[in-house]
């Protein structure tokens, strides 16, 4: 099960952040923002894409991939893993995909949209769990490389 990859890396990297398990979905967006009294804004969303090879890229909960943004850093159009592959890939379903507890090594990505918030909430390796973590230690301690590659809604 994914949560439990997700609960393993954090019990290693970071003890003492807890993981949330909701009643309720929070698979979206919407739901998780709802869950946790917050602007979506400070939901994490977390994309599996593919490159030459699968990547992580996190952004605010309340952006989109900016199209001309991203194929200019990245030289490529964007192209969205399938729920198999996304599963394979992460080990996390669609609306748990995160940064935490994946079976290999991937090339981690953040969005400067994060930096907005002061605390932010992934999604924790299920559709109804999530952390509350700091923004900036989020990106530490993922070793993601910042980019700019999102616009508002």
């Known amino acids: 099960m ?25 698979a979206t967006v919407d739901e998780a923002a709802i869950i946790h009294n917050v602007e979506n804004g400070q939901i994490v969303k977390t994309m599996a894409l593919m490159l030459d090879k ?28 399938s729920k198999q592959e996304t599963e394979i ?5 669609i609306g748990g995909v995160c940064p935490f507890g994946l079976p290999s090594k991937m090339a981690i990505y953040a969005d400067i949209s994060l930096n907005l918030y002061e ?12 952390i509350l973590i700091n923004s900036k230690r989020l990106i530490e301690l993922i070793s993601a490389t910042m980019v700019d590659v999102t616009k508002l809604k």
Do not use: W
């Open 2 to 26: 994914s949560i439990d990859s997700v609960k393993k890396e954090l019990s290693q990297i970071a003890p003492d952040l807890k993981i949330i398990e909701h009643k309720s979905s929070t």
């Open 119 to 130: 605390n932010v909430y992934p999604a924790a390796g299920s559709k109804n769990s999530s």
């Open 89 to 93: 890939y992460t080990s996390h379903p």
């Open 54 to 81: 699968p990547i992580i890229l996190i952004v605010s909960g309340d952006r989109i991939i900016d199209n001309k943004k991203y194929k200019s850093f990245f030289k490529k159009k964007v192209k969205m893993l």
